[in-house]
Nanobody, 123 residues
């Protein structure tokens, strides 16, 4: 069992930056590909980006490519999402997710999810 806890969300002005983190319990964090999803009110979970188990591969949604960066520190059991040039449409609850298999963009393919952290971008 893996428990994921997100942190670092908050209120930021458009054009600003924010970094959210996700820390996992357990000693097998490096066995999991990690992803970030987001959900705005009334919308489905939207894939944001993902990173492979040993961080050699990252993959991003077109909507965030060039603005967001995913990284991980396996020694700290933590994955990060650095968000730059934020826009009002980035406002959502951000979730991290873990998957033993390869990177996938589908919420239901993941095995574990965090409780989410709110990111609000004011225009």
């Amino acid at each position: 069992q893996v428990q994921l806890v997100e942190s670092g969300g908050g209120l930021v002005q458009a054009g600003g930056s924010l970094r959210v983190s996700c820390t996992a319990s357990g000693r097998t964090f490096s066995s999991y590909a990690m992803a970030w999803f987001r959900q705005a009110p009334g919308n489905e979970h939207e894939f944001v980006g993902a990173i492979s188990r040993s961080d050699e591969i990252t993959y991003y949604a077109d909507s965030v490519k060039g603005r967001f960066t995913i990284s991980r520190d396996n020694a700290k059991n933590t994955v990060y999402l650095q968000m730059n040039s934020l826009k009002s449409e980035d406002t959502a609850v951000y979730y991290c997710a873990a998957n033993r298999a390869a990177i996938t963009t589908h919420w239901d393919d993941y095995m574990y999810w965090g409780q989410g952290t709110q990111v609000t971008v004011s225009s």
